[in-house]
């Protein structure tokens, strides 16, 4: 699948496309409405041919000014009259200030009964002398809208993340103390490069203080393998492994593979209180996570990560 623009750029676009297939046809409804605006018979009807040209809708249904809703919930399976008289005005989309195009999309939401990520289109509709007389209200289920979007491109640059503050709290009552595969890691960073290089590894996670590494490979990326000290130290693990080249469109050139995991190795050692609890490496992404002692946490591209020396990580340059 392609991949457009960052997070907020792919749910601005859906939003507008969206919008735009929905504006025309709740304005052309909110007319047909407001002709009957005061006969529920007659407007649970209206409503109830108005939704076929929403596939996507969930729920149909008209409010007051007040936002007491004066007609059934329509939906693609009937009509549902329990809804009749129910006060909305303190949900989400009804706390939004409408446009003055009249029209509002609003921003997503947990429905009440079926807690879901949900959205609602808002159409206002006036009488003949431009009167407003309540509004549209068109639901939907965000499982249900169709996605044009390809993936969205996650950003590259340097991200850092605080973690729980009562561990931040106590960073400096606390000492590393060596766990296995502390003992042996340069044989576990060995075995590591020889996967990722040679073997189809593109993403690892190493959990330092409990002596294990989670692993996902190119020919079957769905699934990971847990590997643990036993296992990352014995070469023998390369054998359950196929050989496959390193990818051609990895971001991480090959020869800075070994090169990102010593430096993490080192981050492991750097200082008796603040030392790398676990990390992980994409060579896709181009991107090396770190989380400390102090449970912060680092995203940072592998240039920018090689490229820094340890006065910086231990604060004294």
Same mark, same amino acid.
């Given at each position: 699948m392609a991949t457009f623009g960052t997070l907020q750029e792919s749910i601005s676009e859906q939003r507008a496309k969206l919008a735009d297939m929905l504006h025309a046809p709740l304005q052309g409804l909110a007319m047909a409405c407001s002709e009957v605006w005061h006969?529920?018979?007659?407007?649970?009807?209206?409503? *109830?041919?108005?939704?076929?040209?929403?596939?996507?809708?969930?729920?149909?249904?008209?409010?007051?000014?007040?936002?007491?809703?004066?007609?059934?919930?329509?939906?693609?399976?009937?009509?549902?009259?329990s809804d009749f008289g129910r006060d909305r005005s303190r949900r989400p989309y009804m706390c939004e200030v409408v446009p003055s195009t009249g029209f509002l999309l609003s921003e997503a939401y947990t429905?009440?009964? *079926?807690?879901?990520?949900?959205?609602? *289109? =808002?159409?206002? =509709?006036?009488?003949?002398?431009?009167?407003?007389?309540?509004?549209?209200?068109?639901?939907f289920d965000l499982r249900d809208l169709p996605i044009t979007s390809g993936h969205y491109e996650e950003p590259v640059a340097w991200r850092q993340i605080k973690g729980d503050p009562a561990i931040r709290g106590s960073v400096f009552h606390q000492s590393r103390i060596d766990s296995q595969l502390d003992k042996q890691v340069d044989d576990a960073i060995g075995l590591l490069e020889e996967l990722i290089i040679d073997h189809g590894v593109f993403q690892t996670v190493i959990h330092f203080s409990s002596s294990r590494a989670t692993v996902w490979t190119i020919d079957d990326p769905f699934r990971y393998r847990l590997l643990g000290v036993?296992?990352?130290?014995?070469?023998?693990?390369?054998?359950?492994?196929?050989?496959?080249?390193?990818?051609?469109?990895?971001t991480i050139p090959e020869d800075k593979i070994r090169p990102i995991l010593d430096v993490i190795s080192t981050l492991r050692f750097m200082d008796e209180t603040l030392y790398l609890r676990s990390c992980s490496l994409n060579i896709f992404n181009g991107i090396v996570s770190l989380t400390f002692s102090c449970d912060g946490s680092h995203y940072i591209p592998y240039d920018e990560f090689l490229d820094k020396d340890m006065s910086f990580w231990i604060g004294t340059s």
């Open positions: 006969d529920r018979e007659k407007l649970d009807g209206i409503l *109830a041919r108005g939704l076929e040209q929403f596939p996507y809708g969930k729920y149909l249904y008209t409010l007051d000014t007040h936002a007491i809703q004066i007609s059934s919930n329509i939906s693609h399976d009937g009509m549902i009259g429905s009440l009964r *079926a807690r879901r990520p949900s959205l609602t *289109a =808002v159409q206002i =509709v006036h009488d003949r002398q431009g009167k407003t007389l309540g509004f549209i209200g068109l639901d036993e296992a990352l130290t014995d070469p023998d693990t390369c054998l359950a492994f196929p050989r496959l080249h390193y990818p051609m469109d990895a």
